[in-house]
């Protein structure tokens, strides 16, 4: 079954809880929430604080990316201020087994992901071993950039084998999601669509956007 998570990275941050509560009236499945520090990554963006303040208003499963180096002193924190998944860049792990098992000792879904330069192979020991595997059809470090086309055949390799592994892994699809793309990253084999600019940033509303984009991704 297809899930939308709309990307609080593109929310109007004066206006976030409110925005929050209308994706989930509106029908979102999961909330994104991109952990940038301004190390692995150029951006800075938000923390613990954040993710326990959105646990505070809304039921919707936080799904955490942690776009950080190093994640090891962080993972407890993060999970107690109430992520449902969170999810660490391969490249910024030295012993990926290790922060798998601490994330799912904290009673956390763990994923796995990776970037768009870095060969899949990265992942593909570990997809037994875990809940979520990410794909980033953008850089990572900064939202509203353009898709990335170049990436469904990743999507479509990563589907295969999880699919023929019958592995119970959610495949999910960050970066430049909107109508004009989401039909073919489905098809592509994503369960899961990450949307930023698309839901929070649309000239029709939040709902509208959501409806629209659930729509154009699986069309009757």
């Known amino acids: 079954m297809l899930r939308i998570a709309p990307s609080i990275l593109s929310a109007d941050f004066a206006r976030l809880g409110q925005q929050v509560q209308e994706a989930e009236s509106a029908g979102a499945d999961w909330l994104h929430v991109d952990v940038m520090d301004g ?18 208003v809304t039921t919707l499963p936080l799904d955490v990316h942690l776009m950080i180096e190093p994640v090891e002193p962080h993972l407890e924190a993060f999970a107690a201020a109430g992520a449902s998944v969170i999810t660490v860049h391969v490249e910024a792990v030295r012993d990926v087994t290790a922060v798998v098992r601490r994330i799912r000792a904290l009673g956390v879904r763990a994923g796995l992901t990776l970037r768009p330069g870095t060969a899949e192979s990265a992942v593909l ?66 369960d899961v669509l990450v949307a930023g600019s698309a839901i929070f940033r649309s000239r029709d509303g939040i709902a509208a956007a959501l409806r629209d984009l659930r729509a154009r991704a699986a069309p009757a």
């Open 39 to 56: 190390h692995f990554v150029p951006a800075i963006t938000f923390g613990v604080p954040i993710v326990a303040s959105l646990h505070a």
């Open 125 to 190: 020991p570990y997809l037994a071993d875990v809940d979520l595997v990410l794909v980033m059809t953008v850089e990572p470090g900064k939202g509203g950039q353009p898709f990335m086309p170049e990436m469904l055949p990743r999507v479509a390799a990563l589907a295969q084998r999880i699919r023929a592994a019958r592995l119970p892994v959610d495949l999910e699809v960050d970066g430049g999601i909107g109508p004009a793309n989401a039909a073919a990253v489905v098809q592509a084999g994503a």
